[in-house]
């Protein structure tokens, strides 16, 4: 059973303790929709699908919450040209996808997938920030995805 910092508290229960010894030290995320893996950021940093950059596994929903440290900064995400991920169906990510959500207030920022553009960069409006990557049981793809973030300073709109 892997122990790990969450912010609901916790561990992963057995069942969902899916990968391989040698791959979890490679893995950051929670596989619990529930939980969330909490990242605090006082640098720069990645986080990337398992196997990165390689065909990443089926069955999946993992979870981060990057923290920035100090409150009054904002981190900012930058996907790594290497993004691949299923298709769409009909322009929309349902299968597999990784998705951008801000904490404070709930809104999406982004869900992408697919292999043909790699997404722009995204900036949270506060110090935190949630990256959320789920693969149903069908065509895995590869190499998935690597999301390097960083601290930026709000620009004063004064």
């Excluded at 057995?14 to 909490?38: A, F, I, N, S, Y």
């Excluded at 006082?42 to 069955?59: E, Q, V, W």
């Excluded at 299968?95 to 809104?107: A, L, M, N, Q, R």
């Excluded at 506060?126 to 690597?146: A, H, K, L, M, T």
Aim: hydrophobic share 30%; proline share 7%.
């Amino acid at each position: 059973m892997i122990e790990s910092e969450f912010l609901k508290g916790g561990t992963i229960p057995k069942h969902l303790d899916w990968h391989r010894k040698e791959e979890k030290e490679h893995l950051k995320g929670v596989q619990d929709p529930q939980h969330e893996r909490l990242i605090t950021v006082s640098t720069n940093g990645s986080i990337h699908s398992p196997k990165f950059p390689h065909t990443y596994p089926r069955n999946m929903v993992l979870v981060w919450r990057l923290v920035a440290v100090e409150e009054n900064v904002w981190i900012q995400l930058t996907f790594d040209e290497r993004f691949g991920l299923e298709e769409p169906e009909d322009d929309i990510c349902k299968y597999d996808f990784v998705e951008v959500e801000d904490p404070s207030d709930g809104t999406v920022l982004g869900r992408w997938c697919g292999s043909g553009t790699v997404p722009g960069k995204q900036i949270s409006k506060g110090n935190q920030i949630r990256i959320r990557f789920v693969s149903d049981e069908y065509f895995p793809s590869e190499p998935g995805f690597c999301i390097h973030y960083n601290i930026v300073m709000p620009v004063s709109t004064t």
